[in-house]
């Protein structure tokens, strides 16, 4: 989904081959928790529950 959209079932894939860097998310409006995985030419941010979770998967992306 698109930057704002929420999605309560998955909406696609992410390419993890293609990231190039994960950070804690820059975009103004992001949820608590998010991530911002970067891509050659897409930025995707991800919504984590917790500070924990957001760590963890920010971590295992990086280690792929």
């Known amino acids: 989904r698109r930057r704002g959209a929420v999605a309560s079932t998955p909406a696609g ?18 949820p ?5 995985l970067r891509a050659t030419d897409q930025l995707f941010t991800l919504a984590a529950d917790s500070d924990a979770d957001m760590v963890s ?5 990086q280690r792929l």
């Open 13 to 30: 894939a992410v390419r993890l081959d293609d990231v190039v860097e994960v950070t804690a998310s820059v975009v103004p409006d992001a």
């Open 32 to 36: 608590p928790h998010a991530i911002d």
């Open 57 to 61: 998967w920010a971590l295992a992306i």
